[in-house]
C-alpha cells in the first residue's frame, strides 16, 4: 500500500547515498517511534523510498489448540484492523512529507517478517527494545534477530530517556 499524499519523484533515489529503499519496524514502542522518525529522516536525506512494517500475531492459544479459544473471523478482521491503525498513527505523528511511503502490516513473526521485506532494501531500521516483557535487556529478540540475520546494513535505534523534571 502506498500511502496518500506521498510526493517523491520517481527515478530519482538512487543519486544520494545510493539507497533507493529503506525499511522500519514499527510497533508503538518509543524505540520504534524513534527508529521510525530515524527512518524518514534517512530517507529524505538520501531520497529513498521508506517501507513502514508492522506485525501483529493472535495469541497462541489459538494456534496450539484448535478449537479451545478459537478466533472468529470478526475478531481476526478486527486485530488486522487494529493493527493497520496502529500503522496508520505512527506515520501520522512523523513528518513523512516529500517521501514516498509503503506500508505493510503482517500477521506472524515480527523478525521473519522484517528480515523478508529487507531482502530488498539497502537499510532495516529497528528499535533497541519493543514490547516485550524483558526490558532489562540490552536489545530485544526483534532487534537481536534482526542484526544477527539482516540481508542488508541494519541500524537499531534506542529510545530517548525520560528527561527529568526541572
Same mark, same amino acid.
Given at each position: 500500500?502506498?500511502?496518500?499524499?506521498?510526493?517523491?519523484?520517481?527515478?530519482?533515489?538512487?543519486?544520494?547515498?545510493?539507497?533507493?529503499?529503506?525499511? *522500519?519496524?514499527i510497533d508503538g514502542s518509543p524505540a520504534s517511534t524513534?527508529?521510525?522518525?530515524?527512518?524518514?529522516?534517512?530517507?529524505?536525506?538520501?531520497?529513498?523510498?521508506?517501507?513502514?512494517?508492522?506485525?501483529?500475531?493472535?495469541?497462541?492459544?489459538?494456534?496450539?489448540?484448535?478449537?479451545?479459544?478459537?478466533?472468529?473471523?470478526?475478531?481476526?478482521?478486527?486485530?488486522?484492523?487494529?493493527?493497520?491503525?496502529?500503522?496508520?498513527?505512527?506515520?501520522?505523528?512523523?513528518?513523512?512529507?516529500?517521501?514516498? *511511503?509503503?506500508?505493510?502490516?503482517?500477521?506472524?513473526?515480527?523478525?521473519?517478517?522484517?528480515?523478508?521485506?529487507?531482502?530488498?532494501?539497502?537499510?532495516?531500521?529497528?528499535?533497541?527494545?519493543?514490547?516485550?516483557?524483558?526490558?532489562?535487556?540490552?536489545?530485544?529478540?526483534?532487534?537481536?534477530?534482526?542484526?544477527?540475520?539482516?540481508?542488508?546494513?541494519?541500524?537499531?535505534?534506542?529510545?530517548?530517556?525520560?528527561?527529568?523534571?526541572?
Amino acid at each position: 500500500m502506498i500511502r496518500a499524499g506521498t510526493d517523491a519523484a520517481p527515478g530519482r533515489r538512487r543519486d544520494r547515498g545510493g539507497m533507493s529503499k529503506i525499511v *522500519v519496524g514499527i510497533d508503538g514502542s518509543p524505540a520504534s517511534t524513534e527508529a521510525l522518525k530515524w527512518a524518514v529522516g534517512e530517507a529524505r536525506l538520501r531520497d529513498a523510498e521508506l517501507h513502514a512494517v508492522h506485525t501483529w500475531q493472535f495469541p497462541t492459544m489459538a494456534e496450539t489448540y484448535p478449537g479451545i479459544g478459537s478466533i472468529s473471523s470478526e475478531v481476526f478482521d478486527g486485530m488486522r484492523s487494529a493493527a493497520e491503525a496502529a500503522l496508520e498513527t505512527a506515520l501520522d505523528a512523523a513528518d513523512t512529507s516529500g517521501i514516498k *511511503v509503503t506500508t505493510e502490516v503482517a500477521e506472524g513473526s515480527a523478525a521473519q517478517t522484517l528480515l523478508e521485506a529487507a531482502a530488498s532494501a539497502d537499510l532495516l531500521v529497528v528499535g533497541s527494545r519493543g514490547r516485550g516483557g524483558f526490558s532489562g535487556l540490552l536489545l530485544g529478540s526483534v532487534s537481536q534477530q534482526c542484526a544477527q540475520h539482516a540481508p542488508c546494513p541494519i541500524v537499531i535505534v534506542r529510545a530517548r530517556p525520560d528527561k527529568p523534571s526541572s
